[in-house]
C-alpha cells in the first residue's frame, strides 16, 4: 500500500482508513465488475489446465451474479499436479535460498500492486466488508515478506555446530534445514488471500514446492495470488494451482504418497481426517494443522465496559462470525453484567448489514446456503433454551433476498450446559453468561476442546493471571480493536492450542519456517 504513506492498514487500524483507500477501491471494483463470468483454469506445471466439468462462483450477496466459471478438477489433475512439482524439487531446492528470496518478495510486491484488485474480488466472493478485504491481503502480502525476513534473519537455516575433540583430526560439523518435498496447501473459504498465500510462501522459501488448493466457494481470490507468483518468474512446477471439491481432487490430493507434507487450514473434521490418513504412510510426514475456535473474552468487574463492548462486537460480527477467531462466548463478572450487555445490544443493533462492498457497511452476507441454514437452525434451538437479546432471523428485505443475509445475534440465560457452548457454530451467534467471579469465567472458558484465541478486559493487576491461565495460542487483553481477533503477522503471530492446531507454534511468527524444514548434520573430518 505505498500509496498511503504514513498509514500501515492492519486488522487494527483497518476501521478508520484514509479517504484515497476508498477511492482506490471504487476504481478497481468497477473495473472488476464489467469483467464477471469469466473462465478460469487451474494451473499445472505452467500451463493453464481445463477440465470436462466446471463450476460458477457466485457472489454470496447476490447469487443471481456468477463471478467466474472454474474447473471441477480430476484425479488426475491431483496426479498430474504432485507429478509437476515433484519433478521441480531437484532445481528449486538446489536454488540458493537467496534466490529463492528474491522471487518470493517479488511477488509480494506484486501482490501489494495489484492490492485494490485483489481486495475487490475477495469482498464479492467472501462477502467481506471492504477493509477486511483489503485486510486479507495486506495481510498476505506481510506474510510473504515476514518469511524471507526470517530465512534471512537465520540465514538460510545453516548453523555451525561446535568442532568435536578428535586428536590428529579437524571435525566441522553444520546443522543444515533442509526442504521436505511436495507440500500440499488446502484453503478454507474465510480466508482465502492470506491462508493460500502464508502457507505458500513458507513452503516455497524453504525449498519446498507447491500444490494448493482453495475451497470450492472462493477458488478466484488462490487463483490471482497464483498469478502473482507465475508472474513473479517461477519456474514450472514449482507451484501448482487447482480447484475442485475437497472429496473429489482434494481426497485424492491428500491420499497422493509424493505429497511431502501438508498444511492445511479448516474445520476440525476435516482436519482430523487429513491428519488419520497421512498416519497411514510407512513414515511420519509433516501435517501443519490450523482448525476451528470456540473464542471466549472475559469481562471483569474491574474492566473499562466501553471497550470491552467495542472489542466484543467487532470481533463476534467481523465476517459475519465467519473467523476461526471469533468470539463466540462472553463471561461476564455479575456486577457488570447488566450494563456491558445493554451495550452490547446497543452496538450490535447498530452495525450495517448488506452489500460488503459499500462503504458503509459492516456485516455482509454468509458464505452459502449451508451456512444459512446452519444459522436458522442454531436460532431455532437457542430460542428453546435462551433469550435472543437481539437478531436471530434472516433478513430478506429488498435486494438481501438475493443474498444469505442474516441477522448478528446475541443470546443470553443459555444453561452452562448446553452442547452450543461447546459447539463452533461458525455464523454471527454470540452467547453471553453472568459469572460469580473470575475463577468460574476461567473454568468454563479453558472447558472445551478448542484453545485458538481468548480476550480479557480488567485491571492490569488481573492481567497476568489471564495470561497464565488460559488455554490459547493467541491471548489479548483491554484491547478494544478486538476482543480475540485480528492477529497481525510480525506482530501477533497465529496459532492454536488443543484442537485448534497441530504443532504449537503460530504462522507469521518466529518458529514457523523450521516447520517447513528437516534437520541434517553435515560432518566432515580432515586428517590433521
Ligand atoms: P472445511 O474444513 O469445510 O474446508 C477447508 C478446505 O478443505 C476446503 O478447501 C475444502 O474443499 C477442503 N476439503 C474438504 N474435504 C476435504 C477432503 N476430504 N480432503 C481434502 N480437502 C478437503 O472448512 P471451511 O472452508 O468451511 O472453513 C471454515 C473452518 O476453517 C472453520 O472451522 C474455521 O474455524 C477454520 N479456520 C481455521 C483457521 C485457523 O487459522 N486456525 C483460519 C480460518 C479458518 P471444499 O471447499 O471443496 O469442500
Redesign the pocket.
Known amino acids: 500500500m505505498a500509496a498511503e504513506k504514513d498509514f500501515k492498514l492492519t486488522y487494527a487500524t483497518m476501521f478508520n482508513p484514509p479517504e484515497e483507500f476508498h477511492i482506490r477501491f471504487e476504481e478497481e471494483l468497477g473495473k472488476v465488475r464489467t469483467n464477471l463470468g469469466k473462465e478460469y483454469a487451474m494451473i499445472i506445471n505452467g500451463q493453464e489446465r481445463y477440465s470436462s466439468e466446471k463450476f460458477a462462483d457466485r457472489n454470496p450477496a447476490n447469487t443471481d451474479e456468477v463471478l467466474g466459471i472454474f474447473q471441477k478438477g480430476t484425479t488426475e489433475d491431483a496426479h498430474d499436479a504432485i507429478a509437476a512439482a515433484k519433478k521441480a524439487f531437484k532445481a528449486w531446492s538446489r536454488t540458493p535460498w537467496p534466490d529463492r528470496v528474491a522471487l518470493i518478495r517479488r511477488a509480494a510486491e506484486l501482490i501489494d500492486q495489484r492490492i485494490y484488485e485483489i481486495g475487490a474480488v475477495l469482498s464479492l466472493e467472501v462477502g467481506k466488508n471492504r477493509t477486511e478485504a483489503l485486510g486479507d491481503v495486506a495481510e498476505t502480502v506481510d506474510l510473504f515478506r515476514y518469511a524471507c525476513q526470517s530465512m534471512e534473519e537465520h540465514h538460510g537455516f545453516i548453523v555451525e555446530m561446535g568442532r568435536d575433540p578428535l586428536p590428529g583430526f579437524l571435525a566441522t560439523n553444520f546443522s543444515v534445514l533442509r526442504p521436505y518435498g511436495v507440500w500440499l496447501v488446502?484453503?478454507?473459504?474465510?480466508?482465502p488471500c492470506a491462508?493460500a498465500g502464508g502457507p505458500a510462501a513458507a513452503a516455497l522459501v524453504t525449498g519446498n514446492t507447491l500444490v494448493m488448493?482453495?475451497?470450492?466457494?472462493t477458488p478466484w481470490t488462490a487463483r490471482l495470488i497464483a498469478e502473482c507468483l507465475r508472474d513473479a518468474g517461477l519456474p514450472d512446477g514449482v507451484f501448482n494451482y487447482v480447484t475442485?471439491?475437497?472429496?473429489t481432487i482434494?481426497?485424492a490430493?491428500?491420499e497422493h504418497p509424493d505429497v511431502a507434507g501438508v498444511t492445511?487450514?479448516?474445520?476440525?473434521?476435516?482436519?482430523m481426517?487429513?491428519y488419520r490418513r497421512f498416519a497411514q504412510s510407512p513414515w511420519v510426514r509433516p501435517v501443519i494443522l490450523?482448525?476451528?475456535?470456540k473464542n471466549p473474552a472475559i469481562v471483569s468487574r474491574h474492566a473499562n465496559l466501553d471497550d470491552a463492548a467495542i472489542g466484543i462486537t467487532r470481533s463476534a460480527f467481523g465476517l459475519q462470525g465467519?473467523?476461526?477467531s471469533a468470539c463466540s462466548r462472553v463471561y461476564i463478572e455479575e456486577p457488570v453484567y447488566d450494563e456491558l450487555v445493554e451495550k452490547l445490544v446497543s452496538l450490535t443493533k447498530s452495525l450495517k448489514i448488506g452489500d460488503p462492498t459499500e462503504r458503509s457497511v459492516y456485516l455482509g452476507p454468509v458464505i452459502n446456503q449451508n451456512s444459512y441454514r446452519d444459522y436458522q437452525n442454531f436460532v431455532k434451538e437457542l430460542q428453546q433454551s435462551g433469550t435472543i437479546l437481539t437478531g436471530g432471523q434472516i433478513l430478506t428485505e429488498g435486494n438481501l433476498a438475493k443474498g444469505y443475509f442474516v441477522a448478528p445475534t446475541l443470546v443470553a440465560d443459555l444453561p452452562l450446559n448446553h452442547r452450543l457452548w461447546k459447539h463452533?457454530m461458525?455464523v454471527p451467534i454470540t452467547t453471553l453468561a453472568k459469572v460469580k467471579n473470575l475463577q468460574e469465567a476461567m473454568d468454563l472458558a479453558n472447558d472445551v476442546n478448542y484453545g485458538?484465541t481468548a480476550g480479557f478486559y480488567g485491571a492490569p493487576e488481573e492481567v497476568e493471571w489471564f495470561f497464565d491461565e488460559i488455554e490459547a495460542g493467541v491471548t489479548y487483553a483491554n484491547r478494544p480493536q478486538g476482543a480475540t481477533t485480528g492477529a497481525w503477522p510480525g506482530f501477533q503471530p497465529?496459532?492454536?492450542w488443543k484442537a485448534?492446531?497441530a504443532t504449537g507454534k503460530n504462522?507469521g511468527g518466529i518458529y514457523y519456517l523450521p516447520l517447513y524444514m528437516r534437520e541434517q548434520i553435515h560432518t566432515l573430518v580432515k586428517r590433521l
Open positions: 488446502i484453503i478454507p473459504f474465510n480466508f491462508l488448493k482453495p475451497a470450492t466457494d475442485g471439491s475437497g472429496n482434494g481426497q490430493l491428500i492445511f487450514t479448516g474445520s476440525y473434521e476435516v482436519g481426517k487429513i490450523e482448525l476451528g475456535g465467519q473467523k476461526c463452533e461458525f485458538l497465529f496459532g492454536g485448534s492446531g504462522a
